[in-house]
Structures are given as C-alpha cells and as structure tokens.
C-alpha cells in the first residue's frame, strides 16, 4: 500500500490554527500533520480554506492564532535569513502556473538556480532541461513565452520550476484544474513518479476524485474551519460525517471510488513486488 | 547561501530605455509646443510696452523654473506610473509576485527598487531635453511674432536665466520620480482579485501621482519663496 512508504516523521505540523478575514471565520484551532515522503491531498468545498491553509504553509500568508512548523521551523517566529533558506527547500507549483510573463520557460525554470546558486549559464541550462524533461515538457515549449503555452504546458514548466532547486517539500495548487482529461491522468502518474523518485514530501490542493484515488497517501477533508477527517481514501469512504459523505456520494463520487479501487487492486501485486529488497 | 540584496543592472537599463529614452520624442514635442503658447501669450502683452526682447525672460523663466519639470513629470507619470501599476498589478493576479516570495525573491528588489533608480537618472535627463526643446519653441515664437532674432534672444536668456533657476528646475525632478514610481509600484501592489481590479488600480496610479506631482510642485513653490531662491 502507498500509505506504508511514509516513515512518519513528521515535515509540517499545524496546531491550533486560526484564521479570520474581518468575522469571517476560515480556519478555527486547526490541527494537522503532513509525514515526510507522502503525498498528502487537501479537500474541501469553496472557501473551506484550503487555498489559505496553503498560502499559510508557503509563507505568504499568516493565520491570526496558532503554530505551524515546517521542517520543524515555527513560522510565525522565523528570521528572514531562516525564511529564504526554508524557501529554496520548499517548491510550489501555481493554479494558474505563476510563470513570469517577461521570461522564455527555460529562463523562468533557470531563474531560481541564477539567483541563489554560483553555478555558470550552461549548467543552469542543463539543469533546466533536464527539469523540464522532468515535468515531461516537450522540448519545442522550452523557448516559449509563458503566453504561447497551453494550460497543461504552462503548470508543468510550473511544476519545472518548482522542482529546480531539487526541493524536499513540494506544494501542487490545484495541479489537474483546466486539464483535458488525458493530460490529467498524466499528472496522477507524475506526481507517484516524484515521489518515488527523489522521496518528496508532496502537499497538494485538488477538486480531482481521481487524482485523489490514484496518488494521494493521505487526504484531509476540511469544513467549517476544522478538519473533518485524515485518512486514505479508502478510509475516507468509511466515515460518515456529512463533510466527508459529499465526495464520496453522488455518481462522480461513486464511479471515481469503484474506478480507484479497482486500480489499488490491480496495481498492488507490482508495488508489492517493487517493495521487495 | 544568500546573496547580499544588489543592485540589478539589466532592469536598471532596461527601464531608463523605456521610461527616459522612449519618452523623448513626445517630451521633446509636448513642451516645444508649450514654449509656442507661452511665447505667444506673452507677445501681445510685451509688444503693448515696446518689451519685446523680455520675451526671453519669459519664456526662459517659466519653462526652465517651471513648465519643463511639470509636463515632463506628467508625461511620464501618465506614460511609466500606468505602466508600472499595469505590470505589478497583472503580476499580482497572476500570482507572479507570490512566485517570486516563495522562490525568495523579494519582489521590492526586484520590482521597486531598479525602477526608482531608473527613474532617478531618466527624469532630470528628461527636464533637461524638455528645457531645451521649450526655449527653441519659444525663440522661433519670438522671431515670428515680434522679430526676436535667435542670437538676441539667447544673449538675453543667459543674462534672464541664471544657474539657480535652471537647477531649481531641474531638482524637482528627482522628487517628482520618486512620486511617480513610489506610487505606480503602491498602487500595483494593491491588486487584488482579477483583470478590473488592474485597470482600477492603473487610473488611480495615473490620477493620484498627476495629483500629487501637482502638490509637490506647489510645495516647492512656497518653500522656494519662503527660502527666496
């Protein structure tokens, strides 16, 4: 199973996490963990507040009350010193790919290594090729402007850019939104390939039942301020907390779970003989 | 590990081009026609006492103190303000801005600051072009409504028009950059939600520096009266 590949330390611990936009409450004395090398899946409805839990995780945000540590870092207490070295280990990919616009791809992938490593151009280059192979972009993308991409192209040169200080922690906003349907299948085997590949820590936000049944380790299901449940999905399926039931219920929840754990069972005997020393 | 915050050279360039170099043709242009009209204005009430050569008094006075530092700041404030508020704003909703601070790039390093010190060095250049081209626009005025010749006008321009004037003109200027990019760049920032939110932002940037260039200069006005220059 997926989940056993974790070794439980923990990477980004949240507690008693609160948060207020004027009265409104998003998030009230929130808890979570996320456990190095899993891929942990944050659900919710519309303004449940995921998208503000993770902009409080990357360090753009920060909630009015409570902890969060990341690589055992307390945030709220961090050093600017201490904040940019947290930042080079930590890569994020964008809903909408967050590309800068002035830059070819190659340059936006190459710009984090020009400006916090010594290395020359050429290896830059290569460095930035070789992520965008990565990320599984096709060569002839790679001197666009991020305008001329389409939307699956533009959130892997994201994905590119994310991943080209060699991060340990990687943030996905939303990676499969917009995505025709094939290039979203893509995305569920991208992000296990990275995982397995390099033992990322992988934090994402997604509507995408699929992607959920086929990559997620973890997901934690968030409502009302709290988190309504942890679990895998199939464990998820289990509960009966209305939060929860409403992506399991209704046809696309059904037919997502009978697809997914169709899948867990044909794919289990290969990872278990992967397993194998 | 991190650099030292430096100076970025290749935005510093690039901006003195688009803000300074590309505005030259419509400076040049815009105050050799303000230096027409003021020639113009003041003709028919010199010619009245026979004062025709005051002219260059005139119109060496009030472009070099005055009009030059102005219009030049306003061009550019309704030319590179706007831009910079439509850049930083679209980079705002596109989440280019939370790119750079979670690839720890400051974005005032990189957004604000080559900028203010493009400006710095784009702006007087600028007054300086537009002080020229508005004494050419008065001194032909000159010649064709009172018969002003080009050498006795500027013999009497340098005798009107001493160093303090053409640099309390030309010190403005640096004010008025700082004005102009402080709050292109602010206004930018203030971006929040989608593409209105940019165009809101980018006419308020132009209004409120147009605005505030205006006091600005005002101030000036007073203080250099009060301190008698």
């Known amino acids: 199973m997926p989940g056993q590949r974790s070794n439980g330390e923990a990477v980004i611990e949240l507690h008693k996490v609160s948060t207020r936009f004027g009265s409104h409450v998003v998030h009230a004395d929130l808890d979570l963990e996320v456990r190095r090398a899993e891929i942990f899946a944050l659900i919710g409805g519309s303004g449940s507040g995921k998208s503000t839990l993770l902009r409080e995780m990357i360090l753009l945000q920060k909630p009015d009350s409570g902890t969060i540590r990341v690589f055992s870092n307390d945030l709220q207490t961090l050093s600017d010193e201490a904040a940019l070295v947290l930042r080079q280990r930590c890569g994020v990919m964008f809903q909408h790919g967050g590309l800068f616009g002035t830059l070819t791809v190659k340059e936006n992938v190459g710009l984090p290594l020009r400006e916090h490593t010594n290395l020359d151009d050429d290896l830059i280059d290569e460095i930035a090729s070789w992520k965008l192979a990565l990320a599984g972009l096709n060569a002839e993308a790679w001197t666009q402007y991020p305008t001329e991409l389409s939307g699956g192209m533009m959130k892997r040169a994201s994905l590119a850019r994310a991943l080209a200080l060699d991060p340990e922690l990687l943030f996905l906003d939303e990676p499969t939104a917009g995505l025709d349907p094939l290039s979203a299948g893509g995305v569920d085997e991208l992000v296990r390939k990275l995982r397995d590949l390099f033992g990322l820590t992988i934090v994402m936000i997604t509507h995408d039942l699929d992607l959920l049944w086929q990559a997620a380790d973890r997901v934690a299901v968030l409502a009302e301020g709290k988190v309504q449940g942890v679990g895998s999905m199939a464990e998820l399926a289990g509960m009966d907390k209305p939060a929860v039931r409403q992506f399991f219920d209704g046809p696309r929840g059904r037919a997502a779970q009978q697809q997914g754990q169709r899948e867990l069972q044909a794919r289990a005997p290969v990872s278990a003989s992967k397993e194998k020393p | ?229």
Not at chain 2, 101 to 116: E, M, Q, S
């Open chain 2, 1 to 229: 590990m991190a650099h030292p915050s430096r100076i970025r050279w290749r935005p510093i360039l690039f901006n003195i081009r688009t803000a300074g170099f590309d505005a030259l043709p419509i400076v040049g242009l815009l105050s050799f026609l303000l230096g027409i009209v003021v020639a113009y204005q003041g003709a028919d009430q010199l010619r009245q006492y026979g004062a025709n050569v005051y002219i260059a008094d005139l119109v060496g006075l009030s472009m070099m103190r005055e009009f030059a530092p102005l219009i030049t700041a306003i061009i550019v404030a309704g030319r590179s303000g706007s831009a910079y508020a439509a850049q930083i704003g679209t980079m705002a909703v596109t989440e280019e801005i939370d790119a750079l601070r979670t690839l720890g790039i400051a974005p005032l390093d990189l957004l604000v600051l080559p900028k203010i010190i493009a400006m710095l060095i784009a702006l007087p250049l600028l007054t300086v072009f537009a002080d020229v081209l508005g004494v050419v626009g008065g001194m032909i005025m000159s010649r064709v409504q009172l018969g002003v010749g080009y050498g006795e006008f500027l013999d009497r321009l340098v005798k009107a028009v001493d160093l303090s004037t053409y640099l309390v003109g030309v010190g403005k200027a640096p004010m008025f950059a700082v004005i102009i990019v402080m709050i292109g760049c602010f206004q930018g920032f203030r971006t929040k939600g989608g593409a209105d939110s940019v165009g809101r932002q980018t006419t308020r940037s132009v209004v409120q520096s147009i605005f505030m260039v205006i006091v600005a200069d005002a101030l000036f006005s007073v203080a250099f009266s009060a301190l008698d220059i």
